[in-house]
């Protein structure tokens, strides 16, 4: 019933940038915590940018002064905003949360389907 549905991936020459989307859909009592991750291809899913219920945003260190993540508590968005992308950047990127949903209110972790962002040289 609960979904994250993401958008705005896509294929950016470097030193651009996109904007990433994640809703959170369905039935939901709170959101405690929204953030993103990336998995390329060999390599493990690592977390990106992750932002609290209380606005506190947290960043990897290869992408501090690039990335900007940001929520909208009314929308139950996600968004993260991605400039001066580099080739090292491209990776499927996922959403994830941490919620409850009012059909069980308990608190459970949900993740998107992902996005791919590719970056060229």
């Known amino acids: 019933q609960v979904q994250l549905v993401e958008s705005g991936g896509g294929l950016v020459q470097a030193g651009g940038s996109l904007r990433l989307s994640c809703a959170a859909s369905?039935?939901?009592?709170?959101?405690?915590?929204m953030g993103w991750y990336r998995q390329a291809p060999g390599k493990e899913r690592a977390l990106v940018a992750s932002i609290s219920s209380d606005a506190r945003p947290n960043y990897a260190d290869s992408v501090k002064g690039r990335f900007t993540i940001s929520r909208d508590n009314a929308k139950n968005t996600v968004y993260l905003q991605m400039d001066s992308l580099k080739p090292e950047d491209t990776a499927v990127y996922y959403c994830?949360?941490?919620?409850?949903?009012?059909?069980?209110?308990?608190?459970?972790?949900?993740w998107g389907q992902g996005t791919q962002v590719t970056v060229s040289s």
């Open positions: 369905g039935s939901i009592f709170s959101i405690n915590y």
């Open positions: 994830n949360a941490r919620l409850v949903p009012r059909t069980t209110m308990i608190v459970n972790t949900y």
